[in-house]
């Protein structure tokens, strides 16, 4: 399952941050199980909004795309059927892809894999600023 979000402005993309790190609250997420997410790249809002910034040139259109959000996730009956390594592997797999897509290095500036919002669910969601504004080719 693949869901691609243009972010057209910076206060979209602090908002898509403060929900991926749960520093708002989300209601249809376990708290107690916020713990196995995994992030890589920035691990706070504070750092992924300063990689963002400093990806993004001085001048921006003002309708500008800043940022694409991908969200890579499964089934909840395809995950459930697999282990916690090969889930790893799968999104690894997600990861691998979307690097190719859009270059490794600074356009990949927040990778994490969400376990908490309910039982054989894990997505995974990346955000990168598109070549055209900075990003990686």
Not at 10 to 21: G, N, Q, T
Not at 121 to 135: F, K, T
């Amino acid at each position: 399952i693949l869901r691609v979000q243009k972010l057209k402005s910076a206060v979209a993309v602090h908002r898509s941050m403060k929900h991926a790190f749960r520093a708002q609250e989300t209601p249809n997420a376990d708290k107690s199980r916020t713990p196995d997410n995994t992030h890589i790249g920035a691990h706070s809002v504070a750092e992924g909004m300063a990689a963002f910034r400093e990806a993004m040139p001085e001048k921006v259109r003002k309708n500008a795309v800043q940022c694409v959000e991908y969200l890579m996730t499964a089934s909840p009956e395809a995950m459930q059927g697999k282990t916690r390594e090969q889930q790893d592997a799968y999104f690894q797999d997600s990861l691998d892809w979307l690097r190719q897509r859009h270059g490794a290095g600074k356009a990949i500036y927040r990778w994490h894999l969400r376990g908490a919002e309910r039982p054989g669910h894990r997505a995974a969601e990346l955000s990168a600023v598109p070549w055209w504004c900075g990003g990686a080719a």
